[in-house]
């Protein structure tokens, strides 16, 4: 299957893909680091790298699907076009495709988090507060079905609400 992440960032998304790919052995695909990448080989900012690094994500997990694997995106997805890329990918394979957006209902907690967070990407500033309250404006309203899962709870008993709903069987 291919679990496309979403949420905006400092919501805990990362965290969340992170431990259900460690809980699935499947692999995690991350779009912010591809887009580092993009800048450190020379690629300019002013370019659409953003776009490419979901393009590059997409071949990626094109290739891991191939492999009959299931898949992490790891993605902010706020667009209803990258959501339809991923729809498009899994339609490929003939996987279902599963959304799990990760919210953080407590904005003095997202804040603060999102403040406080150093992910160590090399050449990737981390998103400012304003930054994030911009992307919440333009954040494409839902038509998909998806998994909600809010960070405030602790991330072992959002990791056992994800499991119970990939495994809870599709209609």
């Known amino acids: 299957m291919l679990i496309a992440m979403a949420g905006l960032p400092g919501a805990g998304k990362s965290s969340v893909a992170g431990e259900l790919g460690r809980e699935l052995a499947a692999p995690v695909v991350p779009v912010d680091p591809i887009e580092a990448a993009m800048w450190r080989a020379g690629v300019a900012r002013s370019q659409p790298t953003g776009l490419a690094a979901y393009v590059v994500a997409e ?8 492999l009959g694997q299931t898949v992490i995106v790891d993605a902010v997805n706020a667009a209803a076009e990258a959501r339809a890329q991923w729809r498009s990918l899994a339609s490929r394979h003939g996987v279902p495709v599963v959304f799990i957006e990760v919210v953080c209902s407590d904005p003095v907690l997202h ?12 050449g990737f ?3 400012t507060w304003e930054s994030v309250e911009r992307r919440r404006a333009e954040f494409a309203p839902w038509v998909e079905d998806r998994l909600v899962l809010d960070s405030v709870l602790d991330l072992s008993q959002n990791i056992a609400t994800a499991l119970g709903f990939l495994a809870a069987p599709t209609s």
Do not use: F
Request: proline share 9%.
């Open 59 to 66: 071949a990626v997990a094109d290739g891991v699907l191939a």
């Open 125 to 127: 500033p981390e998103p």
């Open 111 to 122: 804040r603060r988090r999102l403040e406080g967070r150093s992910r160590g990407i090399d």
